[in-house]
């Protein structure tokens, strides 16, 4: 089977890959299952030096990475910058932390000595998607690496070029052969990666299908799993918010990876004292977003990841405006090659519209009025999602009580936008998706919690 890497911008195939033959993928798998029984026993500060190893080369390539990603998935340049950068710095964190989080943790009882350890478990399998192609593998890979164990990994199929890289670098970064692989497989193969018994976990980012489907394999053969799924984001704005802020943040966030992030902002709720203004400034904020190419420095929005995909949004603003949504930006797709959607803003969006209660992958923000504050809080949790949420009130009581108390999402923030940090756990509750990454919760996800009691 060939996985073709195609450039969104233009649609011109950039280079045809051979995928991995069944034999190939246990090889492979078997090969890191022998490397972990060296890479186990190495200490700490081993591990760390060769984190700090591979932010050294993430640094050196971050403009090299970020073209590549430009011509495989569209991301623009800058963007891309920012992404290299931000792998670097969890390599860092993990290198600097990783032995605090998982020092032997002392716990008194009638034994003369008895304390939790953390455990490597083996081979995790990470099954990741395209839109932040170099961010989503290192923030799994960093910590499960640092704790000890090794990793293989199935990209999304449009970003073979940015997946052999990453395992490229990794012996750049002076990394033990095979600690891990890279498997150019379909999404249907997946499931016998999963099966391999070697394979001990599995940890997907993704959409709440192909969460479903690997989460039922998986716990048909008892191996954890660790799923970040899709969302759809809700921002409320409340009568006392600063709505210069809140509009500029809220166009920011929508707008995030050419709209193409699960946790981009994606419904915006605003009380109906100031929906007129916000509406105002928000509009005003979106328009001034330059789409173009995603190799210029200027540009603010690439194009989507596949036609496909573009096309697919753009029915559903189609159906959100069938189902009486007003159009006040964007909504034509341009002439012209390439998978290109414009800035898109509706207005009067109501339950029933797939700009309510779908999560629309890509630069079209969705504005919803609320009577108060008791109904955006209602409105915001009206979703089966629950990955991120923000508030925008100059009442910072408020604010902290909404998002602590209020908002039912894994991630809640009040007068900025919802975002990932090396130091925090990231991930999301119901159709979202379960379990950790990132900070202490997350090099915990993937080690053997185990106690040991010496009478």
Not at 75 to 84: D, F, R, T, V
Not at 126 to 139: D, G, I, K, L, T
Not at 217 to 234: F, I, N, Q, R
Not at 381 to 408: C, H, S, Y
């Amino acid at each position: 089977m060939a996985i073709q890497s195609v450039n969104p911008a233009t649609g011109k195939v950039i280079r045809t890959y051979r995928a991995h033959t069944p034999e190939q993928v246990t090889r492979k798998i078997s090969q890191a299952h022998k490397a972990w029984l060296s890479w186990k026993q190495t200490t700490f500060n081993e591990r760390a030096a060769l984190l700090r190893n591979i932010s050294s080369v993430l640094h050196r390539r971050k403009a090299e990475l970020a073209n590549l990603m430009a011509l495989e998935m569209g991301k623009p340049i800058k963007q891309g910058i920012a992404e290299i950068e931000k792998c670097a710095t969890v390599c860092d964190y993990y290198a600097k932390n990783g032995a605090t989080f998982l020092a032997d943790g002392p716990v008194k009882t009638e034994a003369a000595k008895s304390y939790v350890s953390f455990q490597p478990l083996g081979v995790v399998l990470a099954v990741m998607p395209w839109n932040f192609p170099f961010w989503q593998v290192f923030r799994f890979l960093a910590p499960a690496l640092m704790a000890g164990n090794c990793g293989v990994l199935k990209h999304a199929s449009n970003v073979p070029g940015c997946a052999l890289v990453i395992e490229e670098m990794l012996a750049d970064a002076g990394f033990p052969e095979h600690v891990f692989k890279t498997l150019l497989v379909s999404g249907k193969e997946a499931g016998a990666v999963i099966e391999n018994p070697l394979v001990k976990a599995v940890t997907l980012t993704g959409s709440t299908s192909a969460g479903t489907e690997v989460a039922t394999k998986a716990a048909s053969l008892l191996k954890k799993t660790v799923l970040e799924l899709g969302g759809s984001d809700p921002y409320i704005v409340l009568e006392d918010a600063d709505l210069e802020l809140a509009s500029r943040v809220c166009a920011d966030s929508r707008l995030i990876n050419s709209g193409q992030s699960c946790i981009a902002a994606k419904r915006f709720i605003v009380v109906k004292q100031v929906e007129k203004a916000f509406t105002r400034l928000f509009v005003e904020k979106m328009s001034a977003k330059k789409l173009g190419d995603p190799r210029e420095e200027d540009t603010d929005i690439g194009p989507q990841a596949r036609t496909d995909l573009r096309d697919q949004l753009h029915r559903q603003v189609g159906d959100s405006i069938g189902k009486g949504a007003r159009l006040v930006l964007g909504g034509k797709i341009p002439k012209g090659k390439g998978a290109y959607y414009p800035v898109t803003v509706l207005t009067q969006v109501k339950k029933g519209a797939p700009a309510y209660d779908d999560e629309l992958f890509g630069p079209v923000a969705a504005i919803i009025s609320a009577k108060n504050e008791a109904d955006a809080i209602r409105i915001a949790n009206d979703t089966p999602f629950g990955l991120g949420a923000a508030v925008f009130t100059n009442d910072l009581q408020k604010g902290e009580r909404i998002a602590r108390l209020e908002l039912n999402a894994g991630s809640c923030f009040v007068n900025t936008q919802v975002m990932s940090d090396p130091r925090l756990p990231f991930g999301g509750i119901n159709a979202s998706g379960y379990g950790r990454e990132l900070g202490l919760y997350g090099i915990h996800e993937f080690v053997n919690i185990k106690t040991v009691y010496v009478k």
